[in-house]
């Protein structure tokens, strides 16, 4: 052992066993790899057969929603046709970075980079990628502000998508990042999960965009009316990039002027 250790005198030996050990440790090793491999082919399988029976479901729910998106707009078409509708009023928007919050602690506003000389003006709404975050309530020359949906003093009217119900929806005063719809009696078909879109009917909101998601639902009998709070939908916190549209107002076609009665069937009724 002390010559081995010194001079190294068994190495030639143990190459040689080595050489000759290795064919029967490989043969030796064959089953566990044999089996090893085959429960990783039986795997493979496994997860290949239940992709494909997923990705065969999908594909016929998605025909079955494409023929009914099909069917639903040639009923659109025809019912707009039959009711002789004109088409929806045309929004234009106006990108805008939004610079810094508000220094009021007590409100949830956002300061954005355009302003008067941009063509911002009072009361256009503002949204993002997911839906509309509030509308704009200050106009300076070079920048604007805008007050959040969630704030307290601030209203927009909404329409649940699934019931068509309206509704009006509140800041929640009580800090929170909610919205709260107000004034629903507590029988109201309204559910957890419920999405409320704008429903064009103040004259500021364009119809259609998504505002809120319904969160809680809290029914009380001693109560006339439910307390319904709303997730909202647009990037509240932390939004960057905003798009501020054009005031629906603004395109709507002017009331007509009041019919004035003639002098003589005035005087003529006097008589």
Request: proline share 6%.
């Given at each position: 052992?002390?010559?081995?250790?010194?001079?190294?005198?068994s190495y030639p030996l143990r190459t040689g066993l080595s050489f000759i050990i290795y064919p029967i440790q490989w043969i030796a090793m064959r089953p566990t790899v044999w089996s090893s491999e085959f429960l990783q082919m039986t795997q493979d399988r496994q997860e290949a057969q239940n992709k494909e029976i997923e990705t065969h479901q999908k594909l016929l729910k998605q025909s079955l929603r494409a023929l009914q998106v099909d069917q639903l707009?040639?009923?659109?078409?025809?019912?707009?046709?039959?009711?002789?509708?004109?088409?929806?009023?045309?929004?234009?928007?106006?990108?805008?970075?939004?610079?810094?919050?508000?220094?009021?602690?007590?409100?949830?506003?956002?300061?954005?980079?355009?302003?008067?000389?941009?063509?911002?003006?009072?009361?256009?709404?503002?949204?993002?990628?997911?839906?509309?975050?509030?509308?704009?309530?200050?106009?300076?020359?070079?920048?604007?502000?805008?007050?959040?949906?969630?704030?307290?003093?601030?209203?927009?009217?909404?329409?649940?998508?699934?019931?068509?119900?309206?509704?009006?929806?509140?800041?929640?005063?009580?800090?929170?990042?909610?919205?709260?719809?107000?004034?629903?009696?507590?029988?109201?078909?309204?559910?957890?999960?419920?999405?409320?879109?704008?429903?064009?009917?103040?004259?500021?909101?364009?119809?259609?965009?998504?505002?809120?998601?319904?969160?809680?639902?809290?029914?009380?009998?001693?109560?006339?009316?439910?307390?319904?709070?709303?997730?909202?939908?647009?990037?509240?916190?932390?939004?960057?990039?905003?798009?501020?549209?054009?005031?629906?107002?603004?395109?709507?076609?002017?009331?007509?002027?009041?019919?004035?009665?003639?002098?003589?069937?005035?005087?003529?009724?006097?008589?």
């Amino acid at each position: 052992m002390m010559g081995d250790s010194r001079f190294n005198l068994s190495y030639p030996l143990r190459t040689g066993l080595s050489f000759i050990i290795y064919p029967i440790q490989w043969i030796a090793m064959r089953p566990t790899v044999w089996s090893s491999e085959f429960l990783q082919m039986t795997q493979d399988r496994q997860e290949a057969q239940n992709k494909e029976i997923e990705t065969h479901q999908k594909l016929l729910k998605q025909s079955l929603r494409a023929l009914q998106v099909d069917q639903l707009a040639l009923e659109n078409l025809q019912l707009r046709n039959i009711l002789g509708l004109r088409e929806r009023l045309q929004t234009h928007g106006t990108a805008a970075e939004v610079l810094y919050d508000a220094a009021d602690p007590y409100t949830r506003k956002l300061i954005v980079d355009k302003g008067a000389l941009q063509g911002v003006s009072l009361s256009s709404p503002v949204m993002d990628e997911f839906g509309i975050l509030g509308q704009i309530t200050a106009v300076h020359p070079l920048v604007s502000e805008v007050t959040l949906v969630i704030d307290a003093e601030n209203s927009i009217p909404v329409l649940n998508t699934r019931t068509g119900a309206r509704g009006v929806a509140f800041g929640e005063a009580g800090g929170a990042p909610l919205l709260e719809l107000r004034y629903m009696a507590t029988n109201a078909d309204i559910e957890v999960g419920d999405d409320l879109t704008t429903s064009g009917i103040d004259g500021v909101y364009p119809p259609g965009i998504p505002v809120a998601k319904v969160t809680q639902v809290e029914r009380k009998a001693q109560s006339v009316f439910a307390r319904i709070l709303c997730a909202p939908q647009g990037k509240v916190q932390g939004a960057r990039m905003v798009m501020i549209l054009d005031p629906l107002l603004n395109q709507l076609p002017a009331k007509p002027a009041p019919e004035k009665t003639p002098a003589s069937n005035s005087m003529a009724g006097k008589r």
